[in-house]
């Protein structure tokens, strides 16, 4: 039965009512913590996929994707101020729909985070090669080789293996692009280190980085916005408004289904429901005026790389608008840069340092390209710390082997979950561009997030009586729109990632019925109750950032 085998709830309360955490944040520190941890990656490395995908349009596709967020936010508060455990969306799902359906969510949860950290390690690459070519050039050395700073070459001769038609774009793409991201594993292979041996940052790290970044995007606006010329932004959607049964995954839509990744991470907020003082009052109001914050600071740091130098999307030779992060548009970029034309926005791999630079700011935008790089390592150690937890919690339950949840006996850190995690990321970075990595990323998050609403909706009905330090809002509303939201940017993505969630799926039911069902503790009848015990001499999760 698809609703059968619930965990339940009763037993996972019972671990956090021993937590019994004070009630300290008001609404200021929770709307603080919300832009600390929402602030960060996706405007960094996404501004020029956004802008291929929609145009200036983009600002609307910030306002879509933070509007959906929000609504799936005041859903996660509610289950989070419930359930205040490990696990995330898993364990609530496992708690109200069943095991089947938690399976295939923590499945899912691993294109969020591993993926994920996937997608910010090339992000902090390409921030890292332009830095160091930057270095190279002001004393005239010779600058970071790039066969091993990308995959574009790679890419582009995959794409001919599989039946692509051969073009001037592909070409130039393999005569100037890279085989593998070494940066990439590099940072990956780091941070893996790092989560083994059990460092960890500590929270006034986490607000330095915060600053930094914050500092950047304020210097980034307060140079460009003043420049800004209203010719930039015609046409304002040149891609549309964007069709979700379109497999182009371009448009409004398309590029809002992008830029959700640059929203994740309230969850900081939602699971700190239970240290909130009067959560009712203080979770949404730390909610919506972080996403809300962040909104508008997203909006003025697109309407300023608009507007100085502009953000139409490129084009191929038949005029068709070429999709990002494939090796056509590597090609047709390098080939407007051979010509002696100004690169475009679309085509850089450092968008907000590329525009500083265009309007003769070129020392502060290295200044915003060192803060990415100082600062998203962290990102990287927080979403593969969140993977980990993931992997732990469903090897705890049984779902996965037993040694993937073993501690190591001198660090006290899952080592074998970790290093596996650190494995895949490293590999999925050496050969990715940045943009398919976060849409695959977010397919599975917005798979949690769907989950998460349908969960609301569902104990809503089955147990009414439960204790729910938060309670969304007008629930029959803003849950369903959650799931339609969710729903409408998974299709809004392009095909390829659209096609990777089901595909990772079925791999999921696979692993699930062959080897997880009859291995799973609650099926066994067998009940933890005291999570604290499970995570004796592991790690405290990591303050991160997003």
């Not at 593969?384 to 996965?400: H, I, K, N, S, Y």
Request: hydrophobic share 55%; with cysteine.
């Amino acid at each position: 039965m698809i609703f059968g085998r619930i965990k339940p709830l009763d037993a996972i309360m019972a671990t956090a009512e021993k937590r019994s955490l004070h009630r300290t944040l008001g609404a200021f520190q929770l709307t603080m913590l919300g832009i600390g941890a929402v602030i960060g990656t996706g405007i960094f490395v996404l501004t020029s996929e956004a802008a291929q995908k929609a145009g200036p349009g983009m600002l609307l596709s910030f306002v879509v994707a933070g509007f959906i967020c929000a609504v799936a936010a005041l859903c996660y508060s509610e289950l989070a101020s419930m359930v205040p455990v490990s696990g995330s969306a898993y364990t609530y799902s496992y708690a109200v729909v069943g095991e089947l359906l938690a399976w295939m969510v923590g499945w899912a949860l691993i294109l969020e985070y591993a993926v994920g950290a996937s997608a910010v390690a090339v992000g902090w690459s390409n921030h890292a090669v332009g830095l160091l070519n930057g270095i190279a050039d002001y004393y005239g050395i010779g600058r970071f080789p790039s066969a091993i700073s990308n995959a574009d070459a790679f890419m582009a001769h995959m794409y001919l293996t599989f039946g692509a038609a051969p073009s001037d774009d592909l070409a130039k793409a393999i005569a100037t692009g890279g085989w593998v991201n070494v940066p990439a594993i590099i940072v990956v292979a780091f941070v893996t280190w790092l989560l083994v041996i059990g460092t960890t940052e500590s929270a006034r790290v986490n607000a330095i980085l915060v600053a930094v970044k914050i500092a950047a995007l304020t210097a980034f606006i307060a140079l460009t916005i003043p420049v800004l010329k209203t010719a930039n932004f015609n046409p304002f959607m040149p891609t549309g408004f964007g069709n979700p049964l379109s497999s182009s995954g371009l448009g409004v839509l398309g590029a809002a289904a992008s830029i959700f990744f640059a929203y994740v991470g309230f969850d900081a907020v939602s699971t700190a429901a239970e240290e909130t003082k009067n959560p009712q009052r203080n979770v949404p109001i730390g909610l919506i005026g972080s996403l809300g914050i962040c909104t508008i600071f997203y909006l003025l740091v697109a309407s300023g790389a608009i507007g100085a130098i502009g953000a139409q999307p490129v084009m191929s030779a038949a005029g068709e608008v070429l999709s990002p992060g494939t090796p056509q548009i590597a090609g047709r970029c390098a080939a407007i840069v051979a010509g002696g034309g100004l690169e475009p926005l679309v085509c850089s791999k450092e968008a907000l340092v590329h525009v500083l630079e265009v309007i003769n700011w070129p020392f502060v935008g290295r200044l915003v390209g060192l803060a990415a790089v100082v600062a998203l390592p962290s990102v990287v150690l927080m979403m593969m710390f969140g993977q980990t937890r993931v992997f732990f919690t469903m090897a705890r339950d049984g779902l996965l082997p037993e040694k993937l949840a073993s501690v190591h006996p001198k660090f006290r850190t899952p080592h074998v979950v970790t290093i596996v995690t650190g494995v895949a990321a490293a590999f999925a970075a050496a050969i990715l561009p940045v943009g398919r990595l976060a849409d695959y990323s977010n397919a599975g998050t917005l798979f949690a997030f769907l989950m998460v609403a349908v969960s609301v909706m569902v104990l809503r009905r089955t147990d009414p009586g439960r204790k729910r330090p938060f309670r969304t809002p007008l629930v029959w509303v803003i849950a369903p729109l959650a799931v339609v939201g969710s729903f409408v940017l998974y299709l809004s993505l392009p095909l390829t990632a659209k096609l990777v969630l089901p595909g990772w799926g079925a791999i999921g039911l696979v692993i699930y019925f062959l080897y997880s069902r009859s291995r799973s503790h609650v099926g066994r009848g067998i009940i933890e109750v005291n999570e604290d015990e499970a995570y004796e001499g592991t790690e405290p999760p990591v303050p991160g950032t997003h």
